[in-house]
């Protein structure tokens, strides 16, 4: 299967106006695959990681937080045993947190593949396939 260079590979909907560049090495041999892209995919890449902290944070934190003044609030009785209370507390909310957070970036980059996908760029495929490997950039 072939690809258009002139369309974004990550959302295969957009004229690429960017590129991702990918360094590879066989032996002495170098070269440079271009991935094209456009700038919304680039984008939604680059706010990935961030999304996902925010929004894990967001809820994680903030649950956690909500239900300790509630408990101080309703006059339970934590004091002595309270640090190991508070977190579990902390660790209950990081679980549906974590998942919320994941279902939720899912949702925001939907129809656009995930950063990692570039390997599966056919061309680039084909020279990992040949033996060469992904170097940083010089
Ligand atoms: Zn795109």
Redesign the pocket.
């Known amino acids: 299967m072939t690809h258009d260079e002139k369309i974004?590979w990550?959302?295969e909907?957009?004229r690429?106006d960017k590129t991702y560049q990918v360094n590879l090495k066989k032996e002495e041999q170098r070269e440079l695959v271009e991935v094209p892209?456009?700038s919304?995919?680039q984008s939604i890449h680059k706010k990935t990681v961030k999304n996902f902290l925010i929004l894990f944070f967001t809820i994680a934190v903030g649950g956690a937080v909500a239900t300790m003044l509630y408990l101080l609030v309703s006059e339970t009785e934590f004091s002595g045993s309270g640090i190991p209370i508070g977190a579990g507390i902390a660790l209950a909310w990081s679980i549906p947190a974590l998942f919320i957070a994941f279902l939720w970036n899912k949702k925001i980059s939907k129809g656009?593949k995930p950063q990692r996908k570039i390997l599966q760029y056919p061309p680039l495929k084909a020279k990992l396939d040949a033996g060469y490997n992904i170097t940083p950039l010089a």
Do not use: G
Request: a negative charge; one cysteine or more.
């Open positions: 974004c990550f959302c909907a957009e690429a892209a456009c919304n995919c656009v």
